[in-house]
């Protein structure tokens, strides 16, 4: 049964950093990240394809958001830079058995089926 574990959250400053991290337990192709604020629909951040190192971001965290991953330690990393208050949110990693988080469904939540528990960001003004 596959695994992730989401970690790294944390409550900072506004202009402060965090780095998430994912941990799978199996090897994973593609890792997405998405987060959720109260009241809000999940939405996704940024994703990474494994074999290729390719990167995607939305635009509200491009330039400030860095995903990579360790292929030896199959967890996949989320550097948040220049954090603002409207980044607090819950975030979690996720990936998809369809293969949706490989092309242009990886912005939708309902397409992936494999997910974290979730770590919380907090960022204050």
């Known amino acids: 049964q596959l695994q992730l574990v989401e970690s790294g959250g944390g409550s900072v400053q506004a202009g402060g950093s965090l780095r998430l991290s994912c941990a799978s337990s199996?090897?994973?192709?593609?890792v997405a990240w998405f987060r959720q604020s109260p009241g809000k629909e999940r939405e996704g951040g940024a994703r990474?394809?494994?074999?290729?190192?390719?990167?995607s971001y939305i635009d509200s965290v491009k330039g400030r958001f860095t995903i990579s991953r360790d292929n030896k330690e199959k967890t996949v990393d989320l550097q948040m830079d220049s954090l603002k208050p409207e980044d607090t949110a819950m975030y979690y990693c996720?990936?998809?058995?369809?293969?949706?988080?490989?092309?242009?469904?990886?912005?939708?939540?309902?397409?992936?089926?494999?997910w974290g528990q979730g770590t919380q960001v907090s960022v204050s003004s």
């Open positions: 996720a990936t998809s058995t369809s293969g949706a988080c490989s092309d242009d469904r990886w912005l939708r939540p309902d397409d992936f089926d494999r």
């Open positions: 199996s090897f994973l192709s593609c």
């Open positions: 990474i394809y494994r074999p290729t190192g390719h990167t």
